[in-house]
């Protein structure tokens, strides 16, 4: 969608490889979020940011760390990754009180 | 933690059919958003409706707070409607959404 981009869209990597995924806005907006999406599950929060080097944990945090050192961009970091983090990774922009708005998703496949 | 609820898990239509979808919640919230998952992933919002009744051409919602629920109404179909809605409530503004499972529809031509 229009001012919030993901990279990369998608991406193979080994078991216990670091693995980086980049969310970026062009909206100035406060608030920022990792999801995770597996089937039966929905969307499951997994590190969420209320602003510049803020950030707080969510219900799947363990594995994963988050970095925002500027407003636009939010990094999820997988420091060794597992298969059990083969996903579909979203990330949500929002200011307080308004709908979110996605990203288009980053597909993470661990072998 | 909030937990959500959506049903029908699944529903299959015929087009031009209408439909309701219901998202049950177990705790006050104050922020309630409706979305729609398209067949190729991008999530779509909806509605942003923390209480009361909103429209969108064929799409409307409504929010009973004080019951806890919320329906999704999707009138005459379109196949372009198929994907998974998603129901995601939270405390206030400022706290993240809880996302329900979702219902899956499938508009049949």
């Known amino acids: 969608d229009a001012g919030i981009t993901q990279s990369p869209r998608h991406k193979v990597t080994e078991t216990g490889t670091p693995v980086t995924l980049r969310c970026h806005q062009t909206?100035?907006?406060?608030?920022m979020y990792w999801y995770r999406q597996d089937p039966g599950h929905g969307l499951r929060l997994i590190h969420y940011?209320?602003?510049?080097?803020?950030?707080d944990k969510g219900e799947v945090s363990d594995g994963y760390s988050v970095s925002r050192s500027k407003t636009e961009d939010f990094l999820l970091t997988l420091e060794s990754a597992t298969s059990s983090q083969t996903s579909v990774y979203f990330c949500a922009i929002s200011e307080s009180n308004y709908g979110y708005t996605f990203g288009s998703g980053t597909r993470l496949t661990v072998v | 933690g909030i937990q959500v609820e959506q049903s029908p898990p699944d529903l299959i239509l015929q087009e031009g059919a209408n439909s309701t979808l219901r998202c049950n919640f177990s705790d006050s919230v104050n922020n309630l958003q409706w979305f729609h998952q398209n067949p190729w992933g991008q999530l779509i919002n909806l509605f942003y409706?923390?209480?009361g009744t909103k429209q969108n051409g064929r799409l409307s919602a409504t929010t009973v707070a004080t019951e806890r629920y919320s329906l999704l109404y999707i009138s005459s179909s379109q196949t372009t409607d198929s994907g998974v809605y998603f129901c995601a409530v939270s405390f206030s503004g400022n706290t993240p959404l809880v996302f329900g499972k979702g219902t899956r529809l499938s508009v049949i031509a």
């Open positions: 940011s209320y602003g510049v080097k803020d950030t």
């Open positions: 409706i923390p209480s």
């Open positions: 909206e100035n907006h406060r608030y």
